[in-house]
């Protein structure tokens, strides 16, 4: 893993000490298999009690972090951007090593026969990447809702869960009417937003009255 020193900080040793702190969490999350974005090690060192959580200490992190690896004392891999990377066409020698890559693409749907659909929301981009280890081995389908989810996307999921026959499932139970009593106002709001939207169909699929 490269350290490498392209510039020169004297820094103070309260900024050693947390640059020290953020080595050893990456480490910690390193030998468990998992890669630390800037905020997940940042939400780290709060829920730690090492920094406060607030906008300013969030960018006193970041620059900290730049810095420690500028001076060689914080690892270029220990850190990890997900939203910003290089994508290119894959390429083969030959068409046998295509055949060998695509083997390990090769996978059946373990939920196909199974009395539910099962999907796996996590609001935190932060965390998806935690909860993608623990859903890739169950072939469980995740998904980041990134704070507030789009229009877009509740429309999209409404139409997964209609092609799983999901929402016919809860027709004989009072599940439905108990989940959408426990919504919010605002969560409410982005169903009734979805285009084409119609209260009597949502009704006849699960059995939820919308006005209750």
């Known amino acids: 893993m490269p ?3 392209y510039k020169s900080i004297k820094f103070q040793q309260k900024s050693l000490e947390l640059i020290r702190l953020v080595n050893q969490v ?3 999350y390193q030998a468990q298999g998992y890669e ?8 780290q060192l709060v829920a730690r009690g090492y920094i406060p959580n607030n906008e300013r200490s969030y960018k006193n992190i970041g620059n900290l972090i730049n810095d420690g690896r500028l001076a060689g004392l914080i690892d ?3 850190i990890t951007d997900r939203t910003r990377n290089l994508r290119s066409n894959s390429h083969w020698d030959n068409p046998a090593d295509v055949i060998a890559s695509a083997r390990y693409s090769y996978l059946l749907n373990k939920w196909d026969g199974q009395p539910n659909y099962v999907e796996v929301w996590v609001e935190k981009d932060a965390l998806v990447d935690i909860v993608g280890q623990a859903c890739r081995p169950l072939d469980t389908p995740y998904f980041s809702c990134r704070g507030y989810t789009s229009q877009s ?3 999209s999921a409404a139409q997964r869960f209609i092609s799983q026959d999901y929402l016919k499932v809860l027709d004989e139970s009072e599940c439905g009417q108990l989940w959408w009593g426990s919504l919010s106002d605002r969560r409410k709001d982005i169903i009734r937003a979805i285009p084409n939207f119609d209260s009597d169909i949502f009704f006849q699929c699960t059995g939820v009255r919308v006005d209750e």
């Open 3 to 5: 350290k490498i020193e």
């Open 26 to 28: 990456v480490e910690e």
């Open 36 to 43: 630390l974005t800037l905020r997940q090690a940042y939400y």
């Open 76 to 78: 270029w891999y220990s």
């Open 153 to 155: 996307e509740m429309w």
